[in-house]
């Protein structure tokens, strides 16, 4: 299971730091990634890390304004996210790929098979 927190409102060009923690045994040999939704409209792609943490890679929309990072001591993938914009509001999920140790990132949905149950960013004007 994918637990999300960090959520909530901020404004704008403010910061949050998102984690996700993970149960069960399997964490550190996963890649995971950030996606997010808003309202209305398709479930987008954020950032992924790799199993090591040793790749990242960023969505265009918020790269140079969020970083992923991840603790596999205790089973937590992050996303750092500052400046926000409220462009940036949604709902964000974090979410484990199937594969065991490989270093390809992906950055579609139906690649991931375990969701977190999503955690609510609010970013104002």
């Known amino acids: 299971q994918l637990q999300a927190s960090g959520g909530g409102l901020v404004q704008a060009v403010g910061s949050l730091r998102l984690s996700c923690i993970a149960s069960g045994g399997t964490f550190s040999s996963r890649n995971m990634g950030w996606f997010r939704q808003a309202p209305g409209k398709e479930r987008d792609f954020v950032a992924a890390i790799s199993w090591s943490g040793g790749s990242t890679n960023i969505a265009d929309s918020v790269k140079g304004r969020f970083t992923i990072s991840r603790d596999n001591a205790k089973n937590t993938v992050h996303l750092q996210m500052n400046s926000l914009r409220p462009e940036d509001t949604a709902v964000y999920y974090c979410?484990?790929?199937?594969?065991?140790?490989?270093?390809?990132?992906?950055?579609?949905?139906?690649?991931?098979?375990?969701w977190g149950q999503g955690t609510q960013v609010t970013v104002s004007s």
């Open positions: 979410a484990k790929d199937p594969r065991t140790f490989t270093g390809v990132l992906k950055t579609t949905p139906r690649a991931y098979d375990y």
